[in-house]
């Protein structure tokens, strides 16, 4: 069965600083991989997705994302946090042939002036 | 703004009651999947309709049911609540049931089981 284990269940950085947040998958093949966003009293936003190919993955609001296959890993990063970044991040992972999606637990990020 | 609306935004609910759960799904979308998140916790699947009919469920009891309708919205119901139910309940939409389609979530409805 696939899950999700994300071992960061906080982070706080300055704003400007680099970010990287982990997160590794249980799956017997290859999975399609997701980090999705959420602020305060929102609904999920996907920022990227990854299928196959090319293993560094770029999503919206400046962030980025390598598959590492030998890793079981997804972590997703960005160069410079923003003020605007602060929410909880959800890496998931889904079957290529199913149609479900499997969350772990979130990193909540918070950005210090 | 995904399209996607849920409705209601929060409500309390007295366990043992019934509580029915409503989203439109984004225009042109047929598939909607329902998810439970705790507090706390990340979302974890309920099940999902594509087409008006279940395709897929998660461990979750039968007391968790659904429906899809002709124009694809959707409802979740859940009998005899248990305080254990209090989470958010997101809906998400897509334009078919594969996992390789973009879904969208809705900003979720809130229940409080007392």
Same mark, same amino acid.
């Given at each position: 069965a696939q899950s999700v284990t994300q071992p960061d269940i906080h982070i706080t950085v300055s704003e400007g600083a680099s970010l990287e947040l982990r997160c590794n998958y249980s799956y017997g093949a290859t999975p399609y991989l997701f980090w999705y966003v959420q602020s305060p009293g929102q609904g999920l936003q996907l920022l990227l997705k990854y299928f196959?190919?090319?293993t560094l993955v770029q999503g919206i609001k400046g962030f980025e994302a390598e598959f590492k296959r030998s890793q079981s890993s997804f972590n997703l990063r960005k160069p410079s946090v923003h003020w605007s970044d602060a929410a909880e991040y959800f890496c998931a992972v889904a079957a290529n042939t199913g149609n479900q999606f499997y969350f772990g637990t979130g990193t909540s990020l918070t950005v210090i002036p | 703004e995904t399209g996607v609306t849920q409705s209601p935004t929060h409500l309390i609910k007295t366990r043992g009651q019934q509580v029915t759960l409503r989203c439109s799904s984004q225009s042109g979308h047929n598939t909607v999947s329902w998810y439970q998140q705790a507090l706390g916790q990340g979302p974890q699947f309920i099940f999902q309709y594509y087409r008006e009919e279940e395709n897929g469920r998660g461990?979750?009891?039968?007391?968790f049911s659904g429906l899809q309708f002709p124009n694809y919205s959707s409802e979740l119901n859940v009998n005899a @609540?248990? @305080? /254990? /139910?209090?989470a958010l309940y997101l809906c998400a939409s897509s334009q078919?049931?594969?996992?390789g389609n973009t879904i969208y979530f809705g900003e979720g409805s809130w229940l409080t089981v007392v």
């Open positions: 196959s190919g090319d | 461990n979750f009891p039968p007391r @609540l248990e @305080l /254990d /139910d209090s078919g049931a594969y996992s």
